[in-house]
């Protein structure tokens, strides 16, 4: 028989877009169910750093913004949860802790000050992931200037 509250078992039905998986639960199930750690563990997966990238990106529009308003729902919070697939397989999930807010990485500092709803480990992944052509385009775009830019670029 399967454990469904498998973690790995969770994540293939959050990567499948099992939408019927919390009404398959049973009540016992479902008291033990956390979609809390769905969001943690669904938000980080491994492999190409854009899949990684959109993961992330993917779980913070649509469903860490007002996910604790949805509290009482659990079942939604499923469904948003399972839109964050881009239904491309199974994936490796991996548990994203929490960190401090400072950085050794200067993109990574910059890019939390931009976005300061998104973690560390979030902001460090972007920048990683981020080409220096684009990294500079996107510092132009917010209108730094050239000093600025090439401090940033070290």
């Not at 979609?35 to 980080?44: D, H, K, N, P, V």
């Not at 881009?86 to 802790?97: D, F, L, S």
């Not at 500079?136 to 070290?154: H, P, Q, R, S, T």
């Amino acid at each position: 028989m399967v454990n469904k509250l498998d973690i790995g078992y969770e994540m293939a039905q959050l990567d499948t877009k099992n939408r019927a998986f919390y009404d398959e639960l049973t009540d016992e199930e479902r008291k033990k169910f956390s979609t809390y750690l769905m969001l943690r563990w669904g938000s980080a997966v491994t492999g190409e750093p854009m899949l990684q990238q959109y993961y992330l990106q993917a779980m913070n529009e649509r469903v860490n913004k007002r996910f604790f308003d949805l509290g009482k729902h659990p079942k939604l919070q499923w469904l948003l949860l399972t839109t964050v697939s881009p239904n491309m397989g199974k994936h490796r999930h991996e548990w994203m802790a929490f960190s401090a807010r400072k950085s050794k990485n200067k993109r990574a500092d910059i890019i939390a000050k931009l976005y300061p709803e998104y973690k560390l480990d979030d902001c460090e992944l972007m920048a990683a992931s981020i080409p220096d052509p684009e990294f500079k385009a996107m510092l132009v775009e917010l209108g730094w200037n050239d000093k600025e830019i090439k401090e940033a670029m070290k």
